[in-house]
């Protein structure tokens, strides 16, 4: 039997311990333990008292019946491109995001596009009232789309409502830390309410059939609050990133049972509401200082889809005893292996220089192909060599100094040629691209070929 008495629940991780202490074990944050009642067995699940038998059920083959349910389309292309091809029926998503950056926007969007299409869909909120979240409508021109609203908080009232009538295509509920359930004895907010309100509505959802989407708040340091449990028992989580200065939007996928979780979606923040970015490139490379040092142009791929955009970098003599690495939209880790290798193998000394590192636009690069597109920004903002106008960038820099291929590389090109480049500097190693889409292909095998390269464009000084 478990003890009984009070507990005390980690509101980051959901770790339950029977005493209070300053720091959690589990995940290392301090002060985050609430003392919180028991949380209530999960209803209709069994005593432990051992008198109650199991049901005897049958087992199937994995070899079956399945049928493929037809996929929910929002006809948001960039949203329905992350989703996997549309929302499926009876599976749960959360969506997390900063405040502001535009969820409910998203949200509300999605839902009229789908009202408008004739399928019953449902919005409630817990954080907005329902005049507010008309009002959102209004300026969208999205007013007049048939969506059924409703600002209730309570999730035993909430699925009460949602049973009656027409079953709903799709339950939007903004924001899973408003809900709370009557089951459990704990402050809405906490880590048990948010939890059993989640077990609730995910019940609702694969019993039902219909498509459920929980918005999530997310913490300062980019964890979905609450518990890391509400992610595990959702088919998929989506995360809704932007830097507050840029209008652009990025949905990205980070678990999905049901597609890939590499795609991106692009939106713009407009005053109607999110518009789709179907060429991403060319937001991000916008306002492109291409005479300066320091700038180089990197050829990504976001999932299927190639992105374009420009990597800075600052390289400059230090103050202070322990020069600054600061990276924006990059590996912290990775540059310094980057750096290491151009203080090893190209020669290069950066030991009394700060070293800033920025991905234009506050896209945020996750792949090892950019490590040449660094290293090219590095070694020309160090000699104050101006890179080769219109050319683009990929490749994995090995600690050996080697530079290796990477995946796509075909598409990267096209996207580049696409986009008005005239050059590519890229492994030597490889496939063979022909002609290379008309681009001129540079290709280098070494970090001291491509520093050589570049440091022979360096105004005459002395390179240090
Ligand atoms: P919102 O969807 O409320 O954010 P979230 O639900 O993630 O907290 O969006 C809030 C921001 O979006 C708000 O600061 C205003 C801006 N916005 C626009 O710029 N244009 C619009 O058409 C709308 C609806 C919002
Ligand atoms: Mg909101």
Same mark, same amino acid.
């Given at each position: 039997m478990a003890k009984r008495g009070p507990t005390y629940t980690c509101? @980051?991780?959901g770790a339950v311990y029977h005493r209070w202490q300053?720091?959690? &074990?589990?995940? $290392?944050?301090?002060?985050s333990l609430t003392e919180e009642a028991q949380a209530a067995p999960v209803p209709g699940a069994r005593g432990s008292s051992g008198k109650a038998r199991g049901r005897v059920f049958a087992l199937e083959t994995l070899k079956g019946e399945t049928q493929d349910a037809p996929r929910i389309v929002s006809r948001i292309g960039e949203l329905d491109r992350v989703t996997g091809g549309g929302f499926v029926p009876g599976s749960v998503l959360l969506i997390g995001g900063d405040p502001g950056i535009g969820k409910s926007t998203l949200l509300m969007q999605a839902c009229a596009a789908l009202a408008n299409s004739g399928q019953r869909v449902v919005y409630v909120s817990g954080e907005e009232s329902t005049g507010q979240v008309r009002l959102r409508a209004e300026r969208m021109g999205? @007013? &007049? @789309? +048939?969506v059924d609203l409703a600002a209730e908080t309570n999730v035993e009232d909430i699925i009460a409502t949602l049973g009656q009538g027409q079953r709903p295509a799709l339950v939007v509920i &903004? !924001?899973?830390?408003t809900m709370w359930s009557g /089951?459990? /004895? !704990?402050? +809405?907010?906490?880590v048990t309410q948010v939890r059993g309100s989640a077990q609730s509505l995910i019940r609702y959802a694969k019993t039902s059939g219909a498509c459920l989407i929980l918005v999530g708040h997310v913490t300062k340091d980019g964890q979905i609050a609450g518990p890391r449990v509400v992610e595990h028992m959702v088919d998929a989580v989506l995360s809704f990133e932007g830097e507050g200065a840029h209008s652009f939007r990025v949905l990205r996928g980070q678990k999905n049972r049901f597609g890939a979780t590499d795609e991106i979606g692009v939106f713009e923040m407009t005053g109607k509401g999110l518009s789709e970015v179907s060429n991403p490139s060319a937001l991000f490379l916008a $306002?492109? &200082?291409?005479? @300066? +040092?320091g700038a180089a142009v990197f050829a990504g791929v976001e999932g299927t889809r190639p992105v374009l955009v420009e990597i800075q970098a600052l390289v400059s003599p230090t103050s202070l005893g322990t020069p600054r690495r600061a990276v924006v939209g990059w590996e912290n880790s990775r540059l310094a292996m980057v750096l290491a290798v151009l203080e090893t193998h190209g020669g290069l000394r950066l030991g009394q220089h700060d070293v800033y590192l920025n991905v234009a636009g506050g896209l945020r690069v996750n792949e090892p192909a950019a490590d040449i597109a660094v290293a090219a920004a590095l070694v020309s903002s160090l000699t104050g060599a101006i890179l080769p106008n219109e050319s683009v960038y990929f490749g994995e820099v090995a600690l050996s100094g080697a530079i290796r291929p990477v995946s796509v590389a075909a598409a990267r090109l096209r996207e580049a040629a696409k986009l008005g480049f005239g050059a590519a500097f890229l492994p030597s190693g490889g496939a063979d691209f022909g002609d290379g889409g008309g681009l001129n292909l540079r290709r280098f095998g070494h970090v001291t070929e491509l520093v050589a390269d570049i440091a022979a464009r360096a105004p005459r000084r002395d390179v240090k």
């Open positions: 509101q @980051a991780c300053g720091k959690c &074990d589990a995940c $290392g944050t301090w002060s999205l @007013a &007049d @789309a +048939p &903004d !924001s899973i830390q /089951e459990v /004895e !704990s402050a +809405p907010g906490t $306002g492109r &200082d291409q005479a @300066a +040092p």
